[in-house]
């Protein structure tokens, strides 16, 4: 890409049962996209690009209908649900020799589209990526606040430098997508792979509405889903702790085995009672089950990983 050139943009929306909301956010995006192109920032085939990630509403019908309409809606169906990161992954995945940057965006529009201007100008001043973060958590449910919170809290003393505050709106340009082919692991957690990659990287703020219609489609359990993977994929925080609780179980164990050793000696009356040894039996089973799982965690990790199985099938395309 030429500098003084603008550059090619999709803006990449991952829709899952979005059929309430759907049709404004495309209107809205389309007419932006519009405005982008009016004022040359990128070029006039610049297009939005739908994934539908297995929706069992009408969301697909949705995007042929706007497809047909305007050509530069383009959409992608894939077979069935494979969750948000993956389905995004997809869109990125699948655009990747045809543009020369990507904005990924939710389909609720939380996420202040007027940002995307001034993360293409980023990307002119040489960046590769661009992560959008959100100025505050106000609108966001208490709840949702604190996980968040722990959550970069225990990435961030993983070791895995994940941005503050930024969820999956941030501009990509095509060679840090061409990169993203190269990681092949199954359990891909975007937030954490980007800053990995060591691209030249900056920030634009916004502030974050609240959901325009319809529901959240992270339920409790794909939000600890998502945090879990997080944790696993990057840290080895676990497997350390099962370290440490062996150092300490093991000098809990010789202590236990010198006070049994002594009372045995010096009490005329010590007979062992059944306390001590029930209490290091369950100590120790305690211990070995804790261990035993998080390293089956990691195993289950592998496991798929050896498999090499394709993280998303393509049903259809519109070009
Ligand atoms: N999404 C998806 N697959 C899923 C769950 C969600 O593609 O299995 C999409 C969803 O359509 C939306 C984005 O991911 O565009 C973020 O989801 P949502 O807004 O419901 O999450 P929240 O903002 O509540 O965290
Ligand atoms: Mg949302």
């Known amino acids: 890409m030429n500098n003084n050139n603008p550059p090619k943009l999709a803006i990449v929306i991952p829709c899952y049962n979005e059929e309430a909301v759907l049709a404004y956010t495309l209107d809205h995006l389309r007419q932006y996209l519009q405005t982008l192109i009016d004022n040359h920032k990128i070029t006039p085939d610049s297009f939005l690009y739908c994934v539908d990630d297995g929706s069992n509403d009408q969301t697909w019908s949705i995007i042929t209908t706007q497809h047909q309409q305007f050509p530069n809606i383009k959409g992608l169906k894939l077979t069935k649900n494979v969750g948000h990161q993956n389905a995004l992954l997809a869109g990125l995945l699948s655009i990747k020799n045809k543009i020369d940057c990507v904005i990924s965006i939710d389909a609720d ?47 961030k003393k993983s070791g895995a430098d994940i941005v503050h505050n930024h969820a999956d709106f941030r501009l990509l340009s095509q060679r840090v997508i061409a990169s993203l082919n190269q990681y092949k692991e199954r359990n ?63 000098f809990l164990s010789i202590v236990m085995m010198i006070w049994i050793f002594c009372a045995k000696i010096f009490t005329s009356s010590a007979v062992p009672g059944w306390a001590s040894i029930m209490i290091p039996l369950c100590f120790m089973g305690g211990i070995q089950l804790l261990s035993i799982g998080i390293i089956g965690e990691y195993m289950a990790k592998v496991y798929l990983e050896v498999k090499r199985r394709p993280r998303f099938i393509k049903e259809t395309e519109l070009n």
């Open 188 to 250: 891909l957690f975007l937030r954490g792979i980007f800053p990995l990659m060591g691209y030249r990287s900056t920030q634009v703020y916004y502030e974050r509405h609240e959901r325009l219609l319809g529901q959240s489609k992270y339920t409790l359990k794909k939000m600890i889903m998502l945090a879990w993977d997080g944790i696993t994929s990057f840290s080895h925080i676990p497997l350390s702790l099962i370290l440490a609780l062996g150092v300490m179980s093991f």
């Open 109 to 155: 529009l939380q996420d202040d589209v007027s940002a995307m201007e001034a993360m293409l100008d980023q990307l002119k001043a040489g960046y590769d990526i661009v992560y959008g973060v959100r100025t505050s958590r106000q609108k966001d449910s208490f709840f949702k606040r604190v996980t968040a919170l722990t959550f970069y809290h225990i990435m």
